[in-house]
């Protein structure tokens, strides 16, 4: 899946946007990619000389193809909002460095409604960088929350 395509699931602009493609998509799975480059504007300050992704940028990141996966999953979703309600087990393993590619790689483990628990984690050359499992759900509508 496209960037163009991505977009159409993910309400995420620039520079929040943190998944450029969709490698692997199943009812269950989902594998995306980000590059990472020395453009990303949190560079600038994180850390001057040796930039460093953010940790929970890598998390967003992970959220956000974890958003893609939900949103295939559920009809009519144009128009609702996803909302990331938490997150356990994070561990961070390794830097993230300008150049990388970030292989985010999600897990449903169990889904109740609009709401999903997934095992989530990142990976750069085949080596773990970050793990979690989060926890979003499917809002409604604006429309509908107005009414």
């Given at each position: ?5 991505i977009m ?55 959220a956000q ?83």
């Open positions: 899946m496209d960037i163009a395509k159409g699931y993910l309400p995420h602009r620039y520079p929040f946007l943190l998944v450029d493609r969709i490698l692997e998509l199943t009812s269950e799975e989902i594998v995306g990619l980000k590059n990472v480059t020395i453009n990303e504007p949190f560079f600038q300050g994180h850390f001057p000389g040796e930039p460093i992704m953010p940790g929970v940028l890598i998390i967003e990141a992970l193809t974890g958003g893609v996966l939900a949103f295939t999953l559920v009809s009519d979703f144009r128009g609702k909002p996803i909302y990331f309600m938490g997150m356990d087990k994070v561990r961070f393993r390794k830097p993230v460095r300008p150049g990388d590619q970030l292989i985010l790689k999600l897990k449903i483990l169990k889904r109740r409604g609009p709401t999903f628990k997934m095992s989530a984690e990142a990976f750069v050359e085949e080596q773990l960088v970050a793990e979690a499992e989060l926890l979003a759900t499917i809002g409604a509508a604006k429309s509908e929350r107005e009414a």
